[in-house]
Each structure stands twice: as structure tokens, then as C-alpha cells.
């Protein structure tokens, strides 16, 4: 199984950078596409980012585009979320998670997530 850990979180304000890394163990995280997911108070669970195992395709939700940039790395098993230009509305909580198949924008196809981590944008 894959045990997902992120971290970077923090508070900033509007227009800096940040960048989050999801640490993740298991030996199968490589063939894994890796998503990006954010949820704010009394907000459903929103699609950030995402990128497939190979690397080769990235997928990004409207709001971020141009923002974010997802990356990850198989030799460090890592997967890193760049995020420039920060908006207040970016605030909330930033999970990590892995997906084997389906659709890489939709929750219900993933099967690990991490813990979370906060992210907070002041304006």
C-alpha cells in the first residue's frame, strides 16, 4: 500500500510562492498517477492538479492554471505542487492522493490520500 505524507503548508500572503511535497512509501508509487486536491471550510473537496505516472501528462483545475505546477520525481518517490502568485482564495487544507485508473479529476478514483496540509494566503 501507499502511505502519502505532505508537507510546506503555511501561511503566506497574497502573490508569494509556496511549494508542497507529498512523501509517499511503497514500492508500487511510480505507476501511481498523482493528484492534488484542496478542501476549505464548508467546501466540497476540489481538484487542483494532477500528473500521470510517467510524468508525461499534467492536468491542473481551472482556478490554478498558469499558477501551479505539479511535478514528481519516481527515483524520490516525491511528488512536489509549485504554487506561485497566491490568492486568498487559494486557503485550505492541500491533500496529496494516488489513483491506478479513471479519471484523474474526480475524488472517488483515488485510493490513498495523505494527511493533509495547510496552506493559509493573506490578504
Known amino acids: 500500500q501507499v502511505q502519502l505524507v505532505e508537507s510546506g503548508g503555511g501561511l503566506v500572503q497574497a502573490g508569494d510562492s509556496l511549494r508542497l511535497s507529498c512523501a509517499a512509501s511503497?514500492?508500487?508509487?511510480?505507476?501511481?498517477?498523482m493528484g492534488w486536491f484542496r478542501q476549505a471550510p464548508g467546501k466540497e473537496r476540489e481538484f487542483v492538479a494532477a500528473?500521470?505516472?510517467?510524468?508525461?501528462?499534467?492536468y491542473y483545475g481551472d482556478s490554478v492554471k498558469g499558477r501551479f505546477t505539479i511535478s514528481r520525481d519516481n527515483a524520490k518517490n516525491t511528488v512536489t505542487l509549485q504554487m506561485n502568485s497566491l490568492k486568498p482564495e487559494d486557503t485550505a487544507v492541500y491533500y496529496c492522493?494516488?489513483?491506478?485508473?479513471?479519471?484523474?479529476?474526480?475524488?472517488?478514483?483515488?485510493?490513498?490520500w495523505g494527511q493533509g496540509t495547510q496552506v493559509t494566503v493573506s490578504s
Open positions: 500528473i500521470s505516472w510517467s510524468g508525461d501528462s499534467t
Open positions: 492522493a494516488a489513483a491506478n485508473y479513471g479519471s484523474v479529476y474526480k475524488k472517488a478514483n483515488y485510493d490513498y
Open positions: 511503497g514500492r508500487t508509487f511510480s505507476r501511481y498517477t
